[in-house]
């Protein structure tokens, strides 16, 4: 199980272990735990993680978790001799079945599992741009836990589970996605945050947390930890897309581990982290560029985050800093291109965010910043809705009522009551 002092990243003080950020100077909290070596266990999906996730069970039917292969198609077009991928989708024949498309099957569970350690049995509240709702959406539907979602009204059309309504899974429990209260914001990613801020502050509402939850973190971190497992060592580079950037951070905290561990190598991965520009906060921070004027129809919107955790201590930036790290800003143009590109080559289909890690790789292997004979783990965070429509029926969720404002969500869960 997974032993851990709750640690602040900048002064290595003790917190409670349900806290989600130092109160000392709001630096965010990382897991001290107590195994030291990476030791797998025979368990389902993530969970074979046990020692380094910050929960003491599992939830046995939530089986997704990342899979490492080396390339052969996309390495064979870039000139690239170790180019290594985490799939973090649904590709059944390489043994990849995340049950909602994406590598936020890996965070949603162990939250919930935390959450449900906690004992109070809050309802969650989780503001998204999609993909993480349906994450949630299926882990609430496996458990029976209470869920609220805000999402913004034009991310409806992913969200989707492959549970019909009303199906227990293991428990006998009655399950589905009735257990899920879905809100739909009108406006973007953002307002739906500030929506959900004001609701997860009402009794008897938890905040999920965003890049401020380990476990959210740590369950992330499990495609790194699955990459040294298959390469049997680091990767010199790690390539992601990213929109608030807890993925990068999360590589970057298990790869630290696995230095720890010793067994994995000495060094860090350089971060190479990408977004779509002109709605790009990371890249212009990073690179002292002019923020644009947001775009409302861009590629992949679910990358934009306005508020991302970058200059906070133990976040984005000190991430890029310590792994000597870079960060891309790709045209709609160019992932639309790489999109095309890794489906052609590796004959799988993938979102639309996974392709702007592509566009990036595709950039740092012309320009020379990475080497033929480096070793490059790339992490597609989402693909396979094409193949999981061959084998499964997708559930849509409708959402319970549409608001502008917080007013009109309060009113309304005050009415469900």
Request: proline fraction near 6%; include cysteine.
């Amino acid at each position: 199980m997974g032993q851990y002092r709750l640690r602040c990243v900048s002064d290595g003080s003790v917190q409670p272990t349900y806290s989600l950020s130092c109160p000392h100077d709001n630096s965010l909290l990382r897991a001290d735990y107590q195994v030291r070596q990476m030791e797998p266990k025979s368990l389902p999906g993530i969970w074979r993680f046990l020692d380094w996730l910050p929960v003491q069970g599992i939830i046995a039917e939530a089986e997704g978790a990342p899979v490492t292969y080396r390339s052969r198609g996309l390495a064979g077009e870039l000139e690239l001799e170790n180019l290594y991928i985490s799939f973090n989708g649904y590709w059944p024949e390489r043994g990849a079945k995340n049950p909602t498309c994406s590598f936020k099957d890996l965070e949603a569970a162990p939250t919930m599992q935390r959450l449900k350690e906690r004992g109070d049995n809050p309802t969650l509240v989780v503001a998204s741009a999609g993909n993480t709702a349906r994450a949630f959406a299926h882990v609430a539907s496996l458990t029976g836990q209470p869920l609220l979602l805000f999402v913004p009204e034009k991310s409806l059309a992913r969200m989707w589970t492959t549970m019909p309504a009303g199906t227990g899974i293991g428990t006998g429990t009655v399950a589905g996605p009735g257990q899920v209260t879905l809100i739909a914001v009108q406006g973007d990613y953002y307002d739906a945050i500030q929506i959900a801020e004001k609701v997860q502050s009402l009794p008897g509402f938890a905040p999920e947390g965003g890049a401020r939850n380990i476990a959210r973190r740590d369950g992330m971190g499990t495609v790194m930890l699955d990459a040294a497992l298959a390469l049997e060592q680091i990767p010199k580079h790690y390539f992601q897309a990213v929109g608030s950037g807890t993925g990068g951070i999360s590589a970057w905290e298990a790869a630290l581990r696995l230095r720890t561990d010793g067994r994995y190598g000495s060094f860090l991965p350089r971060l190479h982290l990408a977004q779509n520009i002109p709605n790009a906060p990371i890249y212009c921070a990073w690179t002292g560029k002019e923020h644009e004027a947001p775009c409302s129809d861009m590629f992949d919107d679910v990358l934009f985050n306005r508020k991302p955790p970058y200059a906070v201590p133990g976040g984005v930036k000190d991430a890029l800093q310590e792994t000597r790290g870079e960060v891309y800003g790709i045209t709609d143009r160019q992932a639309i291109a790489a999109k095309k590109l890794f489906e052609e080559s590796e004959e799988i289909d993938i979102l639309n965010a996974p392709a702007i890690a592509v566009a990036a790789l595709e950039q740092a292997a012309r320009a020379g910043t990475v080497q033929p004979k480096d070793i490059i783990l790339l992490n597609i965070t989402g693909g396979g809705v094409a193949r999981i429509k061959e084998e499964h029926t997708l559930c849509m969720l409708k959402p319970h009522i549409i608001v502008s404002h917080w007013e009109q969500a309060v009113q309304f869960l005050e009415g469900k009551k």
